[in-house]
């Protein structure tokens, strides 16, 4: 276990006399994706801006990868270098005229050449799928093309850590989602990601560990099964408990199911309702997994003729562009994985396009299924 980032007695008030932080002790492990919950006023944000060393404590210490941050130029370009931030409101964020220019900034003022500023600005708009944007404004960019572009821009620098104030914020359904999945797949690469968020059932199934706060200090802090099991703790910190957890509690008070932890998803959930006895063994369906990154247009149309399916989910940005080249239509662009095995639960087969370190994850992901439920369901990684 590393710990990445760690505070010790932390405290903090702003100059009207707001408390903001008091005595805050934690240390958070590297490659894990952590989300601070709390009701407005608990600190999360203040928490969040002294990682990034923009504002500094007024009692105790933060400490990055085991040394105290210092607060000269240097040392705070240094700290900026390695946990990237990406505020609230990406307006406060976007300033240059064009996209280009707003992910380029970054590593040109750490005094990248040229050449390096423009293939790390390159890839870091190719992987938020942005290739295409340089020249545009970024103030034409509807809110979730800004979030991305503010993602862009802080990847561009090749941050350890990425924290984001309130990332779904202002976005629609489908691209908060499409962004959370960009998450998961940072996190896949080996980023460490710290959330602040309002929304409890994004924290409960996206992150490895949930940070609840009130009123400037930690309450409780362990998996989103500990954290939101606690139906009185969270009462008492004006959240609401997830959809999952609520349905899960009024089950369990009619005694229809009887486990001793909440399901983490929708699909745990199903699992808990469906009985094993009435399940229909030899026909679930097929997950086919294509790996974009592999094969041109071509090829993934003669996939799709020789190994047809029911359902198709993209993940990833790469995986989305293909998909619209090649004319495909996707049925599922988030939450792919569970709800597509949910539809081999039903004996239907799915397709999921995805690249990179994604397949595995996508292969391992299917595989823990099966070795949790009990059902086998066949995972196919298409070569041809």
Aim: with cysteine.
């Amino acid at each position: 276990m590393t710990i990445i980032l760690e505070t010790r007695s932390l405290s903090y008030s702003y100059g009207d006399g707001t408390e903001a932080l008091k005595d805050v002790s934690i240390s958070l492990e590297a490659g894990k994706k952590v989300a601070l919950v709390g009701p407005n006023g608990a600190g999360k944000s203040t928490l969040m801006l002294m990682f990034n060393g923009i504002l500094r404590p007024g009692e105790g210490e933060v400490l990055f990868r085991g040394r105290p941050m210092s607060y000269d130029a240097a040392s705070l370009r240094s700290i900026r270098r390695a946990v990237g931030m990406v505020f609230q409101n990406s307006d406060d964020q976007l300033f240059a005229p064009t996209v280009y220019q707003d992910v380029a900034f970054g590593p040109t003022n750490l005094g990248y050449a040229a050449e390096k500023v423009k293939r790390y600005a390159g890839f870091a708009l190719q992987y938020v799928g942005l290739l295409g944007y340089e020249r545009r404004p970024p103030h034409h960019l509807s809110g979730g093309e800004k979030k991305r572009v503010a993602i862009a821009g802080i990847l561009a620098m090749e941050p350890e850590v990425i924290i984001l104030d309130e990332p779904t914020s202002n976005l629609d359904p489908a691209s908060s989602e499409e962004i959370m999945e960009m998450l998961d797949e940072l996190n896949l690469g080996g980023k460490t990601l710290i959330i602040s968020t309002h929304d409890v059932d994004l924290a409960y199934r996206w992150a490895d560990e949930v940070i609840l706060m009130k009123d400037g200090g930690v309450v409780r802090r362990g998996t989103g099964q500990e954290v939101f099991g606690d139906a009185e703790l969270i009462r008492d910190a004006r959240l609401k408990l997830p959809i999952v957890v609520d349905l899960y509690q009024e089950l369990a008070g009619r005694s229809i199911v009887r486990v001793a932890k909440p399901p983490r998803n929708i699909l745990e959930l199903c699992d808990l309702l469906q009985s094993k006895a009435e399940a229909q063994a030899g026909v679930w369906g097929k997950i086919y997994i294509c790996n974009v990154d592999e094969k041109d247009e071509k090829e993934i149309r003669a996939v799709l003729d020789k190994n047809p399916a029911d359902f198709k989910g993209a993940m990833g940005s790469s995986a989305k562009v293909m998909a619209e080249k090649c004319g495909i239509t996707i049925d599922f662009t988030y939450g792919v994985i569970d709800k597509c095995i949910l539809k081999a639960l039903i004996g239907k087969s799915s397709l999921i396009m995805t690249s990179g370190g994604m397949v595995e994850h996508t292969l391992q992901r299917i595989k823990d299924y099966g070795l949790e439920s009990g059902t086998k369901i066949e995972a196919i990684g298409l070569m041809q």
